[in-house]
């Protein structure tokens, strides 16, 4: 069984034939803006608002345990780390937007 695949692969290695024309610069450039685009007209904006609504949850959270120390404290230390998450996402954001 091994000895067919290694043979056929071999086989295949040695006389591979390449039918493609090369990729210009110019088709490069276009696929990088056009993926450029897609991530930040699509994947940015929602993953700010993913995050929006995981500090809204989090504030939820701690306004429903405000009579329990031990659980709002829980909430604050999450809501801390969905701001920090929040800011950090707008920021990379305005980074994108800067370099196009």
């Known amino acids: ?16 034939r390449v039918f493609a024309s090369g990729i210009g ?7 990088t803006e ?3 685009r897609v991530i930040t007209s699509i994947a940015m904006p929602l993953g700010s608002a993913l995050i929006f609504a995981s500090v809204v949850i989090a504030a939820l959270k701690m306004i429903a345990n405000a009579n329990n120390p ?4 829980e909430s604050i230390g999450s809501l801390v780390l969905y701001v920090n998450f929040y800011f ?3 920021f990379k954001l305005y980074l994108v937007n800067e370099s196009l």
């Open 1 to 16: 069984m091994y000895a067919v695949a290694t043979t056929t692969f071999i086989s295949l290695a040695v006389n591979s």
């Open 25 to 31: 610069t110019a088709e490069v450039k276009t696929a």
């Open 34 to 36: 056009n993926i450029k």
């Open 70 to 73: 031990q659980k709002r404290a």
């Open 88 to 90: 950090v996402g707008q």
